[in-house]
């Protein structure tokens, strides 16, 4: 059996021809189309694939390529089909195969983005209405990849080399840093693993492609800072009211997504029952004296919290600390490919809701509790997602341990 590919010979408007394939078996034969176009001028008639030295575009390289990579894989499964016909009967005429090669390539396949749009209805009912706004914005990214890359996404041509240009389009096009760049990927393995598991492709090459996160610096309260904003007094009501779901947050620990949907229904025996909103696993966390005395403030309000959204609570969270005179110089690297990026601030500059649960981790384990207590209450579920948090513990001990036995003065001869 022979396998060839062609130029459509009819005249078009369109500088393009569409590709046909042409099976052939003695004198028995088998057409095509293959649903690709290319220019002529792009064809070399001798190899039946794109000839990308007719070209010095990178870009226009770059889709001859990913062309090319289709019709091998379309070859090989159309030899695919024939072993898989006559390893039931070895005896299947050419009238067989073409049967099944035409049923196989007649299938009408959904298209990528369809399978995208069931991926997203899929998870609704399992993740969190963020989880679902970043797959929104994973999808957006993709397309603008797309439309970049001038390549239609299939899954026949994900492999290393994609994920390499979509990394880079992300870092160059986007100017992510390389962390946001990872988790952004991440999502789209998510998705991958996802179509392959429910059949929709057979493509595992997002196994291939191994993100390395780079370790950031963490900034929480000390509980200096932490006990100098709880004891603060402040005139005005709405900066009052931000401390109290702040410093309520430092306490408990949990995400502000949580603390936006407290409820008195889940606040028993100095427990709150927890089911959370990002992984909705259910959660026991003990309030301690000061979570507590925040609550009792607010045994009048319509809600346990004053809540407001996350957006106005890291605009007046930086206002707060401001004049609570958290000032620490805090120094952050990141980096955007090979380039470093390193920003000096002021600690309430970089202050958000997301340091409350930093500020719990941290001075939890500062004080001596185990790092397996800290995981029950936080909802952590591995010790990898604490090692960031452990290596400051490591430098509380060094602190410790010259607070307690002093500086050596002199050296021992």
Request: proline share 2%; net charge positive.
């Amino acid at each position: 059996m022979k396998v060839k590919f062609y130029l459509d010979s009819k005249k078009t408007q369109r500088p393009e021809k569409a590709i046909w394939c042409y099976i052939r078996e003695y004198n028995e034969t088998l057409a095509i189309n293959t649903g690709e176009i290319v220019t002529p001028e792009h064809w070399d008639k001798q190899s039946q694939r794109a000839n990308l030295r007719k070209t010095r575009d990178q870009i226009k390289k770059g889709s001859l390529k990913n062309l090319n990579q289709y019709l091998n894989a379309f070859e090989n499964k159309i030899f695919d089909i024939t072993r898989t016909v006559r390893s039931k009967d070895f005896s299947a005429g050419f009238s067989l195969v073409a049967d099944e090669i035409k049923k196989q390539f007649n299938k009408k396949e959904t298209g990528f983005w369809s399978i995208f749009d069931e991926f997203k209805k899929s998870k609704k009912l399992h993740v969190s209405k963020q989880s679902l706004q970043k797959y929104s914005r994973l999808e957006g990214l993709l397309q603008e990849f797309e439309n970049y890359s001038r390549n239609k996404i299939r899954f026949e041509l994900i492999n290393p080399k994609f994920f390499e240009d979509f990394y880079s389009f992300l870092i160059d096009r986007k100017s992510y840093l390389n962390n946001t760049a990872n988790k952004t990927i991440q999502f789209f393995k998510t998705f991958l693993i996802w179509a392959n598991t429910n059949g929709f492709t057979d493509n595992s090459n997002h196994k291939a492609f191994k993100g390395k996160f780079e370790q950031n610096e963490v900034v929480f309260l000390s509980e200096e800072e932490l006990m100098k904003l709880y004891n603060l007094e402040i005139g005005n009501e709405r900066l009052s009211r931000v401390r109290d779901i702040f410093v309520f947050q430092c306490f408990t620990g949990v995400r502000y997504s949580d603390i936006l949907n407290i409820s008195r229904e889940d606040l028993r025996n100095a427990t709150w029952y927890l089911r959370t909103q990002k992984t909705k696993d259910i959660l026991q966390i003990p309030l301690n004296s000061f979570s507590l005395s925040i609550l009792a403030k607010y045994q009048d309000h319509p809600t346990p919290l004053p809540v407001i959204s996350n957006q106005k609570m890291n605009k007046y969270l930086k206002e707060l600390c401001e004049l609570a005179e958290i000032n620490e110089v805090v120094k952050t690297v990141q980096y955007k490919g090979n380039e470093r990026i390193e920003k000096t601030n002021k600690k309430f500059e970089v202050i958000g809701t997301h340091t409350a649960r930093r500020t719990f981790i941290s001075l939890s384990l500062q004080k001596g509790m185990k790092p397996d207590v800290i995981m029950a209450i936080t909802g952590h579920t591995t010790y990898k997602m604490m090692q960031k948090y452990l290596k400051i513990a490591d430098h509380h001990k060094r602190d410790e341990m010259d607070k307690v036995w002093g500086i050596p003065l002199r050296q021992i001869k």
